[in-house]
């Protein structure tokens, strides 16, 4: 009965839906709407590389991380997928990824585009609380770049929780609520910069890491890491850093 409660309850924001559905196959373009996360695709594909290498160990031993395939074997969930930026490069490190989405568009674009790449993902349009109320287990599921995008965020990591596997990790990438987030991702990204459309964020629902790391407690996960993650001018990239004032990407354990 909880579980068909939560299918029925959903954090999804059909405004913020439509506006990334208009975006169609432009998530694809380098140089398009969705140039920003292009730029960070890297760091967090390393990130969680990295993280679930040093985690998921074979015969006792850290997983080689630049193997051609350190993540063979390991199930992820992509929540909130969009049209695939990030499916794309962990399945092409092996994983086994499944990938969910609300925009049918995003779906629609992320499978024809991974079968262009001669990629099998598994993408879905359907909710977190759905895909939560029908059961199922995964090595790690991923909320990254959308929880400032969800209307309940506290029920959205529960349900996020409730996928991973005992011993399995939980990870989210988002913004934190500071006035200098303020001042650069929104008045600096979207209106003098456009890296991102205006109206793409709401810094009302910006998530400090106090909250994330209690949203996470509440769902049974135990936080392990946090990190900032920073634009570098002068490399013209993005990097790991101690600033979490902006950017930051947390990594969680679900203790079997």
């Known amino acids: 009965m909880a579980q068909r409660e939560e299918a029925d309850r959903s954090s999804v924001d059909a405004e913020d839906v439509a506006r ?19 730029k960070l695709n890297p760091v967090r594909v390393a990130y969680l590389r990295d993280q679930m290498s040093r ?4 015969g006792g031993l850290p997983r080689d991380r630049y193997a051609p395939r350190p993540l063979a074997g390991l199930s992820i969930l992509d929540a909130g997928c969009g049209a695939g930026i990030l499916a794309e490069p962990l ?9 969910i989405d609300p925009s049918s568009r995003n779906i629609e674009v992320a499978r024809d585009h991974a079968e262009k790449s001669g990629l099998s993902i598994d993408y ?32 959205f990591v529960r349900c996020c929780g409730a996928l991973v ?3 399995g990790l939980m990870f989210a990438a988002t913004l934190n609520r500071t006035l200098k ?17 205006r109206g793409t964020h709401d810094w009302r629902r910006f998530i400090s890491p106090r909250e994330l790391a209690k949203a996470m407690a509440a769902a049974g996960l135990s936080v ?19 600033d979490m004032d902006i950017n930051y990407m947390t990594a969680a354990l679900r203790r079997g």
């Open 181 to 197: 987030s303020f001042a650069f991702a929104i008045v600096g990204a979207e209106y003098v910069l456009g890296w991102a459309p």
């Open 91 to 99: 399945a092409r490190l092996g994983a086994r990824v499944t990938a």
């Open 124 to 155: 879905r349009m359907t909710t977190i609380e759905a895909l939560s109320a029908e059961g199922g287990e995964f090595d790690a599921v991923l909320a990254m770049e959308v929880l400032e995008h969800v209307l309940d965020v506290a029920g």
């Open 224 to 242: 392990f890491d946090e990190t900032g993650v920073v634009f570098d001018p002068l490399k013209g990239g993005w990097r790991l850093a101690r």
């Open 20 to 38: 990334f559905d208009r975006i169609g196959e432009d998530w694809w373009r380098a140089d398009g709407p969705m140039a920003a996360l292009h």
């Open 165 to 167: 596997r005992p011993g």
């Open 55 to 58: 985690h998921f160990r074979v």
